[in-house]
């Protein structure tokens, strides 16, 4: 077998691998991501704190009153913390 189809195949198995992984990984923490990058586009450029991480994350177990209330402690607008923990749910 030559050196050039041999790579060509350890990259296809590589693609294939790594796509896969992508595709099953678990999408909870990219929904927890888009909550706080919701509410960090309101802080324009800010980190949000630890505190609406934990917002966010109650929104995605699916207490929507609990994230909001929790986000608008943090000084989130009510638009925003209800979008925020609207997109936080899978």
Known sequence: MRTSTRI???????????GGAALTAPAAHADVTAC???????????EAPDSVRMACYAGLTGDH?????????????DGTAATACRVSVN
Do not use: F, Y
């Open 36 to 46: 706080i990058n919701q509410v960090e586009r309101e802080l324009q450029g800010g």
């Open 8 to 18: 060509a195949g350890v990259l296809t198995g590589l693609t294939l691998a790594l």
């Open 65 to 77: 009153a609990q994230c909001v209330s929790g986000l608008a402690k943090n000084g989130v607008t």
